[in-house]
Every structure is written in structure tokens, then in C-alpha cells.
């Protein structure tokens, strides 16, 4: 049996869009027709960021923490890139030996009950500032200069899509999910009898895609239960 020993299919931004047309049972002939179907992707892959989907951006970010000074931009390279921090964590180097402290996380509402927000000492809880900018405040205020360096898993924008040529940042299997949801983003617009058929194709689609990024794990514990009277 003769295969192509390829392994490197890969869509770009117009082929996406033509592939959402057809899916309509459209056919692409303007380059506003491109311009509109670029923008509903750019918008369908913000709503993937607010649902989380794209972990696959998951990023480490490092800043080491001044004395006394609380708040820090996330990414100071691209101020507007960052969506969310999933957790944070302090590294403590004294003497060469190195600490790694868990960071819990507030809401605005209790920071705001903190009255000594200038204490210092070793920080041990942080707020994310989701501002157009967003930045990390730490508290306590840090004690010590270079001594504490903040470690942030941060969840990133996607590139934006933008000439047709361009390919996207989108792992192989969740190609069918950003077909499908383009497909129903441009029916919205240009062919609203086939809106529910592609929305429950593209909900289908983006559900397999979702559970892709869930943590799998082999290890079962199982309790023993011989001990205990179960009526």
C-alpha cells in the first residue's frame, strides 16, 4: 500500500474562508467577500480565548520583583497579548539554594478589604489587573531586591488572522473546529437558512476540540474498601 509519507497539511486564512463559503453554499468572488470573512474569524477566535480554548498558547513569563513594589506588567514586549494567568509562582534564591512558594489568587473585591496593602514581606497572594494592559499585583509587597523572581503561566492572544496567505497558530486537530466555526459565523451574515444545521455542526466540532486539552491520566486509585461496613 503505497502512503504519502507527508505529514504537513496546513490551511491558510483563505482557505479557511473558501471552505466556510462552500460550507454555505456560497462562492467566494470579492475581496470584500475576504475582508468579511477574515473579520468573522478574528472575532470567532476571540470567542475562543473568553471560552478558553486555546490552550495552546500557554505561555511561562518571568519578572524579578523590586523592593516594595507591587504591581508588574505581565508582558511587557506585547502589553495587550495577554488574556489570563492560570497560576503564579515565586522563586526564592538565598545562598544558592532555591524555593519555589505557590502564589493563592484574589479577587479584586478582596484585595480592596487588604488595609495594609504597603506590607512587605514575601509575597504569597496576587491580583490579575485585566486592563487593556494587564499586569499582576503581588501582596506583600516584596521584602528583599532580586531576591524573588515571579513565574506566570499566561494564557495568550492568537495571532490575528490577516492576509490570506498567512497560515494560523491552530494545532492540526482543531482544524475542523475553525472551519466549522467560520462556516456558521459567515452563514450568520450571508446564508441564515443554513445557521442552525452549521451552528450544531461547529457547537459538535468545538466540543471534541475542547475535550482534547482536558488532562488525561491512566493512574486509577481505587479505595480499599474491606475494612468498612457498606450496606
Known sequence: MAVSGSKDFEL???????????????????????????????????????????????NQKTITMVQGTTEYTIDSINPTATIDVLDVFVRETLGG???????????????????????????????????????????????????????????????????????????????????????YYMALKRAPEKVQMLKAMYEEEFARALSQDEARASFRVAPDLRNYNIA
Not at 462562492?27 to 470567532?44: C, I, P, Q, V, W
Request: proline share 5%; with cysteine; hydrophobic share 40%.
Open 97 to 183: 539554594q532555591v524555593t519555589d512558594i505557590p502564589l493563592s489568587r484574589m479577587s479584586r473585591a478582596e484585595y480592596a478589604h487588604v488595609s495594609t496593602k504597603s506590607t512587605t514581606g514575601k509575597p504569597n497572594q496576587f491580583l490579575i489587573q485585566k486592563k487593556l494592559s494587564p499586569s499582576v499585583t503581588v501582596w506583600p509587597a516584596p521584602d528583599k531586591n532580586s531576591a524573588y523572581v515571579l513565574h506566570l503561566n499566561v494564557l495568550s492572544r492568537m495571532d490575528d488572522a490577516d492576509v490570506g496567505a498567512n497560515t494560523l497558530e491552530v494545532p492540526f486537530r482543531f482544524y475542523p473546529c475553525l472551519a466549522a466555526g467560520l462556516a
Open 12 to 58: 491558510d486564512v483563505a482557505d479557511y474562508v473558501e471552505e466556510a463559503f462552500e460550507r454555505c453554499g456560497l462562492e467566494l468572488r470579492t475581496g470584500y467577500d475576504l475582508k468579511s470573512a477574515t473579520r468573522s474569524l478574528n472575532l470567532m477566535l476571540a470567542e475562543w480565548a473568553n471560552r478558553g480554548l486555546n490552550q495552546w498558547t500557554v
